[in-house]
């Protein structure tokens, strides 16, 4: 089953605006990552935000984690067309553990 | 890509053949882990390892087997490939590297396109 689940499943937005994407999981965590995906290529790392905090940015990317909702958004402000990617949130149980991913959102930034 | 090669990158094979998928990382993570990815479905953990010889079970690991004899390698192998195993598989490690702090981040491979006809 399916520990994280972003929301919306396919984002299409201008370049220049604001992409919010969200994750929901059903467990306890200790660690929540955002991952990004383009096309044909294998995943990487945005960030990691730990159960004990509550936002992390870096860069353009800001991502915010509420435990007593379980949920986590990933916002990238000032979005680029090279932003189009899918993004993946993933979420770890205890510290060492395995990763459980959700199906990702498709982000598209339209020139 | 942290280090992290996959072979081979695309592959087409006939059913009922055997099918051996390489990992291959010179970062020297503890951890290791096979994913399958399909859509509709996300990343689906299928193996993985916490060290040398120490191999897990992951949520789709049916039909599929691993080893992992030196820390560099991951394999993964289909012993009987069916169209169902038709998929994109990826590597990824994480955990302790020589000289380095743990590390629950995952670096992935390229990914290696496989086809079951």
């Known amino acids: 089953s399916q520990q994280g689940e972003e929301d919306p499943q396919a984002l299409s937005i201008q370049e220049g605006e604001n992409a919010t994407m969200n994750c929901s999981y059903k467990?306890?965590?200790?660690?929540l990552q955002w991952y990004r995906q383009n096309s044909g290529r294998g995943l990487v790392h945005l960030i990691l935000?730990?159960?004990?905090?509550r936002e992390k940015h870096s860069g353009r990317l800001r991502v915010t984690l509420d435990t007593s909702k379980k949920s986590s958004s990933l916002l990238i402000t000032a979005s680029r067309a090279a932003d189009t990617a899918s993004y993946f949130c993933a979420t770890g149980e205890t510290s060492g553990s395995r990763l459980t991913f959700g199906e990702g959102t498709q982000l598209t930034v339209n020139p | 890509d942290a280090g992290i090669t996959q072979s081979p990158r695309h592959k087409v094979t006939e059913t009922g053949t055997p099918v051996t998928l390489r990992c291959h990382q010179t970062e020297n993570h503890r951890y290791m882990y096979w994913y399958r990815q399909d859509p509709g479905h996300g990343l689906r953990l299928i193996h993985y390892s916490y060290g040398v010889k120490d191999t897990d079970k992951g949520e789709v690991s049916d039909g599929y087997s691993v080893s992992r004899s030196k820390t560099e390698d991951f394999l993964l192998t289909l012993e009987s490939a069916t169209s169902s195993q038709t998929s994109v598989y990826f590597c990824?490690?994480?955990?302790?590297?020589?000289?380095?702090?743990?590390?629950?981040?995952?670096?992935f491979g390229p990914g290696t396109r496989l086809t079951v006809l």
């Open positions: 935000i730990r159960s004990n905090e």
């Open positions: 467990t306890s965590i200790n660690n």
């Open positions: 990824a490690i994480s955990g302790w590297a020589s000289g380095s702090s743990f590390t629950d981040t995952q670096y």
